[in-house]
């Protein structure tokens, strides 16, 4: 997903007009430019009807990435309300056929912590060890190479139950040689397993010094 520097028209219609207003990032697999309106549209209206959130286009199949989604969300006030309707749904169905789980893997979202914006998605099985799964995570970011792992802070992102809306880190041995699932990433508060973890890489460890 990209965001555009200069003013280019969005290309949904809207009533069978064309859409006047500017695109603000165009989708990573069909490459349609669109304005966050028209595809916050096109998100609740497939949230709502419980299927897969398409892109905006009409004549396009694309189905969004939960990045994408979520990134779209950010620039609209709908973001608590878009989420609250995805958690209701099964997570395959807003998620490309490359990156569903099976039942030995997890999905993994992480980014730059200050740059939720460019999150990504990797998975991964959940036999990895720490070490390798976080080697694989910061590569996928590619986050600076010239600074061993040892120096940079990871995080498991989580809900917060005491306030709503919020989330709490939990720090991750970065050197950690049991298994993500020995781990209990993948673990539900309450029992089960969740499909989906939300991984924070703090480069420049902020995080530790806000505590």
């Not at 916050?40 to 419980?50: D, G, Q, S, T």
């Not at 990134?71 to 958690?87: G, K, V």
Request: glycine share 4%.
């Amino acid at each position: 997903m990209l965001y555009f520097r200069f003013h280019t028209r969005c290309e949904a219609r809207k009533k069978g007009h064309a859409c006047e207003n500017i695109a603000r990032m165009v989708l990573t697999h069909c490459r349609h430019r669109l304005c966050y309106d028209c595809l916050l549209n096109r998100v609740m209206f497939a949230l709502e009807n419980k299927f897969p959130p398409r892109c905006a286009i009409s004549r396009c199949a694309n189905t969004l990435s939960w990045s994408e989604i979520q990134s779209m969300a950010c620039h609209t006030n709908q973001f608590q309300r878009i989420h609250e309707l995805a958690q209701k749904q099964s997570i395959m169905l807003i998620l490309p056929c490359e990156k569903r789980p099976n039942e030995s893997e997890l999905l993994i979202e992480c980014y730059l912590y200050t740059n939720e914006n460019n999150m990504k998605t990797i998975v991964l099985p959940k036999l990895i060890v720490i070490g390798d799964a976080i080697t694989a995570i910061v590569q996928l970011l590619r986050v600076c190479t010239s600074k061993p792992l040892s120096t940079i802070d990871v995080y498991l992102r989580k809900n917060c139950v005491e306030k709503r809306g919020k989330y709490k880190y939990e720090k991750v041995p970065n050197d950690g040689k049991m298994t993500i699932k020995d781990a209990g990433w993948a673990e539900k508060q309450g029992g089960g397993e969740v499909l989906k973890v939300t991984v924070v890489i703090d480069a420049d460890r902020q995080i530790a010094r806000l505590r």
